[in-house]
């Protein structure tokens, strides 16, 4: 029987380890920190052999294969033993993929990857397709796979994902943007974290797709310097295409199609960033031969993900919206550039080497004061301070909205759009989430 190592016991690694024993391995998990009971309890109930606080490489180093959970950096001295030791190592999704005959399409980018993936599982679901929603969002693939195997897959990949996959292929790959992100990942060089995001297209074939954005440079120029087999559906919003989806007269379009899909305006999200989440959505389902109707009836009434510009109530006439999952500058720009009112911003976290200055403009025209949340909020204060009138900075989520609430008047908006990795003060970006809107809820 072969020995699968699994390095991390999360909700990816826990999957694995339960695919694992159903396909045969010999499966011993190990986690440098401690593992939430319900996953010991999970394991216990497997047969799965587990370690917990420490790393034992006489147990790791016996591995035929180890699966390293996207957290770990490849850099840390277990993986780098193991790799010098001669043991493949591979991600969670690449390991998942060799035990699944499904139509996988995979969605990556900086920003928008969990809305498009959702809105494509949503279109795909609407039309009455198998399908199920897994990866970086809900369920694990291989925890997805070991309690079924449906015969469409969508799943959210993050870059960390695809850093060690080998024969990873999605049938349809998207990619919905590229903007600086986790460089404190990639020793601060945009172009490794540009390659680990396009790894998502290495192993496919002239019969695959890939789907991005036109708009977005660095992937147009990456594309340009990269010789890729796939055939290539881009989508934008600024100019027509001889081959992809595109904005014409505020319609959307499909290059194959004389008459739009619909009309922009009946969108159900807001905001230019959904246009292009909703044009690579439909773009999936319209080359999977999905028929318009239903991909219009989702594009018309899909209300969007959690944490993600999502409306929380109304009180004194003044809206607070949670965008927790903007863990970087983009989204955050994004978010800014769909406000309509004037707005009070909730900013601040774990810094991954932000770049603020892409913010100027539109905080100026935007933002009327500033609550910094965090550990750490000298680079804020120093970038925005002398924008605003007034800014002002805390360490706990309930004094954040309590100050929003002082400085919001009738018709403002408080937009939690923090631009940064939530993990000084929660445990992730949900959990940030989920303590704004609790505490709007008591104000």
Request: glycine share 6%.
């Amino acid at each position: 029987m072969k020995r699968l190592v699994i390095l991390g016991a999360g909700e990816s690694g826990v999957g694995a380890a339960l695919l694992g024993r159903q396909k045969g391995w010999d499966v011993f998990v190990s986690d440098r920190s401690s593992i939430e009971k319900e996953h010991q309890i999970e394991l216990e109930h497997s047969g799965v052999q587990f370690e917990s606080g420490q790393h034992n490489m006489d147990q790791i180093l016996r591995a035929d294969l180890i699966i390293k959970s996207p957290g770990i950096p490849g850099h840390v001295p277990v993986v780098v033993k193991a790799r010098n030791a001669g043991i493949t190592i591979v991600s969670e999704i690449e390991f998942a993929s060799r035990y699944t005959e499904a139509t996988l399409v995979a969605v990556t980018g900086s920003n928008g990857k969990t809305t498009t993936a959702s809105w494509i599982y949503d279109i795909l679901k609407t039309a009455g397709l198998d399908v199920a929603l897994a990866g970086n969002i809900g369920f694990g693939f291989s925890r997805l796979l070991s309690q079924g195997n449906p015969k469409y897959i969508v799943l959210e990949v993050s870059s960390f994902q695809l850093e060690d996959i080998k024969s990873f292929r999605p049938h349809i790959a998207v990619i919905t943007n590229i903007t600086p992100d986790h460089l404190d990942r990639y020793n601060y060089d945009f172009s490794q974290y540009v390659a680990a995001k396009m790894k998502i297209s290495i192993n496919q074939t002239q019969n695959d797709i890939l789907i991005f954005d036109a708009d977005d440079l660095a992937t147009t120029e990456t594309l340009k310097a990269t010789p890729l087999k796939v055939s290539q559906f881009p989508f934008s919003t600024s100019r027509i295409l001889k081959q992809g989806t595109y904005n014409q007269d505020n319609q959307i379009f499909f290059h194959s199609k004389k008459k739009p899909l619909m009309p922009i305006s009946e969108l159900k999200l807001e905001g230019l960033h959904n246009v292009k989440n909703a044009m690579a959505a439909a773009t999936v389902a319209n080359l999977l031969r999905v028929r318009k109707q239903f991909i219009r009836e989702s594009l018309q009434n899909f209300h969007g993900v959690e944490h993600r510009m999502e409306q929380v109530l109304k009180i004194n006439k003044v809206q607070y919206i949670n965008d927790s999952k903007a863990t970087n500058v983009n989204a955050t720009y994004y978010a800014l550039q769909s406000m309509r009112s004037p707005t009070v911003w909730i900013v601040g976290g774990l810094d991954k080497g932000n770049d603020y200055t892409e913010l100027f403009p539109i905080v100026f025209e935007k933002v009327k004061a500033i609550v910094c949340l965090g550990v750490d909020n000298k680079k804020i204060i120093d970038s925005f301070g002398p924008m605003v009138k007034v800014i002002s900075e805390t360490q706990s989520m309930t004094e954040a909205v309590r100050l929003a609430y002082k400085f919001a008047e009738p018709g403002d908006s408080v937009l939690l759009s923090p631009a940064c990795a939530s993990f000084d003060l929660f445990e992730d970006y949900e959990d940030r989430g989920r303590q704004f809107k609790n505490a709007v809820r008591q104000l």
